[in-house]
């Protein structure tokens, strides 16, 4: 008998994951749809959820508001990021083409178009973000800057982040996208940095 409650009770709890899960997905879907539609960095709750076709109760039991939600966005967005940039790396065969292959992975949210306008409201909600979710944002970043850090060191790696994000980020907040030898310099700059350019 105690097999049969156990197997409902997980089964239940598969379905409810799952249905949980779908939610939230929606959830981030329709902010992102929202922020690009409207061009706006701070989306109401009420066109998010309306754009999601859930309810206001769905929404809140998943966040407890907008920032929660936006730092869900962000985390999302940095896991899509870090599997592009591990990719990148795993194809180089030497280390300054594995330096080469994160500054590019990063600057490439900036000189694409969709990406950039994906990636300006967390530019412009950055210091908020942080300031109300230090740790979050910490792991966050930390998950992103790994595979550089495994490469050069802490702070070569933190450098070249810095480095990297900065510049993508004054791009994507000024609506421009880096040329191909801005990027080239800065990948440069960023070789020497770490000890692997001429």
């Not at 994951?17 to 959830?27: P, S, T, V």
């Not at 409207?38 to 109760?57: C, F, H, K, Y």
């Not at 595979?147 to 802490?154: C, I, K, M, S």
Request: charged share 30%.
């Amino acid at each position: 008998m105690k097999n049969v409650v156990s197997d409902r009770a997980g089964r239940t709890l598969a379905e409810r994951h799952e249905a949980y899960a779908a939610e939230i997905r929606a959830l981030l879907d329709a902010a992102l749809a929202v922020m690009r539609t409207e061009q706006t960095i701070d989306p109401r709750v009420s066109d998010i959820v309306r754009t999601a076709g859930l309810s206001n109760q769905v929404f809140y039991r998943h966040f407890k508001g907008k920032d929660e939600l936006l730092l869900a966005l962000l985390e999302d967005g940095r896991e899509r990021l870090t599997a592009t940039v591990e990719r990148r790396m795993q194809r180089a065969s030497t280390d300054a083409g594995r330096v080469r292959s994160w500054v590019e992975a990063v600057l490439a949210q900036a000189r694409d178009a969709n990406a950039a306008d994906t990636t300006r409201p967390f530019v412009a909600n950055a210091d908020r973000l942080t300031a109300a979710y230090p740790d979050e944002v910490r792991l966050s970043r930390s998950r992103l800057v790994g595979p550089l850090a495994a490469l050069v060191g802490e702070v070569a790696a933190d450098a070249v982040y810095h480095l990297a994000t900065g510049s993508a980020h004054d791009a994507i907040t000024e609506r421009r996208a880096p040329t191909a030898r801005e990027v080239d310099q800065l990948v440069q700059f960023s070789l020497r940095g770490c000890g692997l350019g001429d």
